[in-house]
């Protein structure tokens, strides 16, 4: 089996304990991760923690900075291949996604490399003549990165760009699902000449690894990306440290379809929002909402799209969906589809798990009529395509926001002034109209309500790697006046 190291003050160590990672493709452990334990996240941490004040990292220039942010970039660009075949043996994600993505992480990379000197501060025209007041934007101080399974190379770009670019330091826990490309990725940050211990990564689990990251004293941001739950411990976890938290969390993300819509586009949209990715992204658009009057025929064809669909091997380029990252999250998709159909939904397309090796499930396609069923109400990560329909625009709106949710949304109408409506009412922190699954390193990202709060990408995204500092300098020669009076 392949043997991958952790990344720690500089130095690849197979750690004190390890786990097996398995490829979903066959359901068989491939790899040996090393299990990252309490030691090891204190000596990441320390190494993060000395490297803000001390050494190379700390007494270097922005543009410098940048400077290595853009060598990772065409490092990560010249081994895009490698990573992308990586990741898709780890997790499962087809080969077609992963080799796309990861082309376009190195552009991340470049927009937070270019940004690294352009962070600055300000000067106030403070109302005393005798001072002068600026506000520094320093680095926040040592980042505790958390990413999930899915598009870990993407989603720990979003992270480690805008933290490096603003001076950081960072520990980044990989999950335990798939870690492989991150380790691969520290292989790339070591040399592109980052110094030994700003950026540590570690592979290990949630409870143990991932907790006392996220609880450590010495850490100040933390930056998560992974399930509701989850983020309920970080935030009990940030409780010890009073670190500032940045979350992006799930969706149930709605796909609203008007019958002014190009219904072929509208189609093609829906099927790369819920079964791209087998549905294994946090802004699938698992509820589509279609208007009553053309429900029969955007379903037919979408059930023909779906139908058409090339299940199989990821690491094969003609395939369109693979396995799911694991077994339990092939369960627990099961059993919500079993259920929705008992409260009374019908499934109208897939829901039967096939037979043979690897984690597969087809593209399914269930009509809730008037139930919030199981699979309208939870997230389910996987190809399953929850649907209801709607009168009037009133009626979409509501439907659209009955969620606790707030990440993504998509609404396909031709006509204009609707589009703007829907665009105002609809509570998500991101609206594509007439397309979807549309990124950008110059988009920010992020949710509303249990979605999350901050936003990845864009100029937003530096910020919450930043802290403010005001100096007060006096000028004047005279003594200072009366001490009792506040100035
Ligand atoms: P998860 O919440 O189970 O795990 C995410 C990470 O948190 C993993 O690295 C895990 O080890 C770690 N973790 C678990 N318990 C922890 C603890 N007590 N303390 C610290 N760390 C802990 O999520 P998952 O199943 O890996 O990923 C799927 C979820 O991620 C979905 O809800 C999906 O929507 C969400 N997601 C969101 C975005 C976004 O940008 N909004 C992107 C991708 C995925």
Known sequence: MKQFQQFVDGVFEDGTSTFESIDPATGKAWAVMPRALRDDVDRAVAAA??????????SMTATQRGKLLYRLADLIAANAQHLAELETRDTGKIIRETSAQIAYVADYYRYYAG????????HLPIDKPDME??????????????????????????????????????????SEEGPAPMLALARLIDEAGFPAGVVNILTGFGDECGAHLTSHPKIDHIAFTGGPQTAKHIIRNSAENLASTSLELGGKSPFVVFEDADLESAANAQVAGIFAASGQSCVAGSRLLVQASIKERFLALLVAKAREITIGDPQDHKTEIGPLCTQKQRDHITQQVELAVVEGAELICGGIVPQGAGFYYPPTIIDCGDVDASTWTTELFGPVLSVRSFNTEEEAVELANDTPYGLASGVFTSNLSRAHRMVRRIRAGIVWVNTYRAVSPIAPFGGFGQSGQGREGGLEAVLDYTRIKTVWLRTSDEPIPDPFVMR
């Open 115 to 122: 940004l690294a000197d352009k962070i600055q501060g300000a």
């Open 49 to 58: 923690d000395r490297n803000l004040s001390d050494g190379d990292w700390a």
């Open 133 to 174: 007041v600026w506000l520094r934007r320093e680095p926040v101080g040592v980042i505790a990165a958390i990413v999930p399974w899915n598009s870990q190379l993407f989603l720990s770009a979003v992270k480690i760009g805008p933290a490096l670019a603003a001076g950081c330091t960072m520990v980044i826990k990989a």
